[in-house]
């Protein structure tokens, strides 16, 4: 707020009124509204509220009208020698001078005050400002610590995922050979149960599967043929082979 160009302000503490009408002055250069004044200054021995002096004397405090009618103004001070009218004139002007000074000074105290507010709070959000910068700092490298975390599980992963198909592999692998070995000995076992009789037949008896070669016989059938004994392979295709027999067919087909 501005200094008033035409008027002051109340000095009671936290008042601050724009004088109007009346106004209670005293001798100590303070200036008080009319409610104040008249509430203050009603008790005996009189305090002032602005700067605690005692005011005793008799014009001490003044009750002044702050808009005088034309008629005071022109008897006031009428008849008062020209330094006289100087000299109430200069006291006058000095009260006004000390109220305005008092003012600025008001208005400086509360304006360096709400410097240091706002610089305590531009020094808050700064600080603020940096410890979320930190955190955020920290934050992301604990993201960039776990994306590490997170590709080194992807690639052991990848890794134990890569071993286990090929111990998949090996395992079908082996599968195969443990079918192929299982198909075998089946064979075998079947070979060495009819092998027995088929030595002491007449060599024309008929052949158990007159379809063709076994159907149970893979791509391991060389194999598997290779691997069995002599006698029993000899006597396998006696019995295995289909009779070449082209009239038996021929009639067949009529
Ligand atoms: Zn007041
Ligand atoms: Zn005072």
Same mark, same amino acid.
């Given at each position: ?237 006696? $019995? ?9 067919? $021929?009639?067949?087909?009529?």
């Amino acid at each position: 707020m501005s200094v008033c160009e035409d008027s002051l302000l109340c000095n009671f503490p936290k008042c601050r009124a724009k004088l109007t009408g009346f106004a209670w002055v005293t001798a100590c250069s303070h200036a008080f509204c009319d409610q104040h004044g008249s509430g203050e200054f009603s008790r005996s021995p009189a305090i002032c509220p602005a700067c605690s002096s005692a005011l005793s004397g008799k014009l001490d405090i003044v009750r002044t009208e702050l808009t005088p009618s034309e008629e005071y103004k022109a008897m006031v001070l009428a008849g008062l020698r020209p330094e006289t009218v100087l000299d109430i004139s200069g006291r006058a002007l000095a009260f006004w001078t000390y109220q305005v000074q008092q003012e600025r000074l008001f208005q400086e105290y509360s304006l360096s005050r709400a410097e240091g507010q706002v610089k305590q709070m531009e020094k808050l959000l700064s600080q603020q400002s940096q410890s979320r910068e930190l955190e955020l700092s920290s934050m992301r490298q604990e993201i960039s610590s776990l994306k590490k975390v997170m590709e080194d599980y992807k690639r052991k992963y990848s890794e134990v995922s890569e071993r286990l198909m090929e111990r998949n592999r090996q395992y079908q692998k082996l599968q195969g050979l443990y079918d192929a070995l299982r198909l075998r000995n089946m064979v075998g076992d079947r070979e060495a149960a009819r092998g027995a009789p088929a030595q002491f037949s007449t060599g024309a008896g008929k052949p158990p599967s007159p379809g063709g070669s076994p159907p149970f016989l893979g791509c391991d059938g060389d194999r598997l043929f290779s691997s069995l004994d002599h006698d029993g392979a000899k006597s396998f295709f006696q $019995f295995s082979s289909p009779p070449r027999d082209p009239a038996r067919a $021929f009639t067949k087909k009529h």
